[in-house]
């Protein structure tokens, strides 16, 4: 079974950036995309965005549209999440999933995710 391992989160403050790094323990190649997703406390988790491991393609929540960047290293099995122009509202454990094969239910729904990281935390202070 693959094993995701995010890193990269931390405390920064508003208007700041992190990347966050997602480094897989082997290539699925069964599964087309990986997700980011994000939960903060007391809020069910939410689509932050994906990428296709093939095309590189992405697609992104609107609340980060222009803000967050996904990119991908095929040969070193990892896929990043730039994030720039932090709010505090963006406070919350990221996580890293792969997309399940076949899966037609919408690339934003976390049910159509497996082999979840544990998360990092990222804390926006204003």
């Known amino acids: 079974q693959v094993q995701l391992v995010e890193s990269g989160g931390g405390l920064v403050q508003a208007g700041g950036s992190l990347r966050l790094s997602c480094v897989a323990s082997?290539?699925?190649?069964?599964?087309?995309?990986m997700g980011w997703f994000r939960q903060a406390p007391g809020k069910e988790r939410e689509f932050v965005g994906r990428i296709s491991w093939s095309t590189g393609r992405t697609y992104y929540a609107d609340f980060v549209k222009g803000r967050f960047t996904i990119s991908r290293d095929n040969a070193k099995n990892t896929v990043y999440l730039q994030m720039n122009s932090l709010k505090p509202e963006d406070t919350a454990v990221y996580s890293c999933?792969?997309?399940?094969?076949?899966?037609?239910?919408?690339?934003?729904?976390?049910?159509?995710?497996?082999?979840w990281g544990q998360g990092t935390q990222v804390t926006v202070s204003s």
């Open positions: 082997e290539r699925t190649f069964s599964s087309n995309a």
């Open positions: 999933a792969t997309e399940r094969p076949g899966y037609s239910g919408g690339y934003y729904r976390p049910r159509g995710y497996s082999n």
